[in-house]
C-alpha cells in the first residue's frame, strides 16, 4: 500500500471515529480545546494577526458559539481562509466585508490555527486530502506557529507523509497543547 493509500484508509478510520462522538462529548473537547487555546495565544506576544479556519462538519470548534473565529478575535485581527478554483486558498479577515486578501496574506501572521484529522509526532498533519492547507502553510514564515486542533486520540506516534505535507509546530486537544516535531 503506498503512502496515499494509508492516507486515505486512515483519513476515512478517523472521520468514521468522529462521527461517533456523541454531541455532548464533542461540546465539552471543544470548549475544554478553545481553553487550551487561549491560554497557548496568551502566552505568545505579539499575537495581533493569526489565521484560522470556520469549523464543518466534525472539526473541533465546530460545536462554539459564538463560533471559533470570532472566539479569537479578541486576539486580534483573524484571518479565515476562501478556497480558490484550484483548491489553494485566499484570505479574508473575519469581518462583514470578506474581501479577499491575496493567498500571501497567511504570510504576515503571527500565528496559524488549522483543522487536522491526525498530528504524527514529527509534526505532520492528516487534513481532508486536498492539498489546500500544505500550500497556503508553504507561505508561512519560518518560526510562526501553526497550530492544529484536533481530540487527544488524533495524536498519532506517526502520520503517513508525502513530500509536499507541512508540519505543524504544535497541537492543541481537550488533553492540553504540546509541541510537535523538531
Do not use: N
Amino acid at each position: 500500500m503506498g503512502r496515499r493509500d494509508e492516507k486515505r484508509t486512515l483519513r476515512a478510520q478517523l472521520i468514521a471515529e468522529r462521527r461517533e462522538i456523541p454531541t455532548g462529548t464533542r461540546q465539552r473537547y471543544d470548549a475544554e480545546i478553545l481553553e487550551h487555546l487561549t491560554e497557548y495565544m496568551r502566552e505568545i506576544t505579539p499575537c495581533k494577526r493569526l489565521a484560522a479556519y470556520e469549523p464543518f462538519g466534525t472539526e473541533p470548534g465546530r460545536t462554539l458559539d459564538p463560533p471559533l473565529p470570532e472566539r479569537l478575535g479578541e486576539f486580534g485581527t483573524v484571518l479565515v481562509p476562501l478556497t480558490l478554483e484550484d483548491r489553494d486558498l485566499d484570505w479574508t479577515a473575519y469581518d462583514e466585508s470578506r474581501t479577499p486578501l491575496g493567498p500571501d496574506a497567511i504570510a504576515a501572521v503571527d500565528l496559524v490555527v488549522v483543522p487536522a484529522l491526525a498530528v504524527g509526532r514529527s509534526g505532520i498533519r492528516l487534513g481532508r486530502g486536498g492539498g489546500s492547507y500544505d500550500r497556503a502553510l508553504a507561505r508561512v514564515l519560518e518560526g510562526t506557529p501553526v497550530v492544529a486542533l484536533l481530540y487527544d486520540h488524533e495524536l498519532l506516534d506517526e502520520v503517513p507523509g508525502e513530500e509536499h505535507d507541512r508540519p505543524v509546530t504544535h497541537l492543541i486537544a481537550p488533553g492540553g497543547a504540546r509541541a510537535v516535531g523538531a
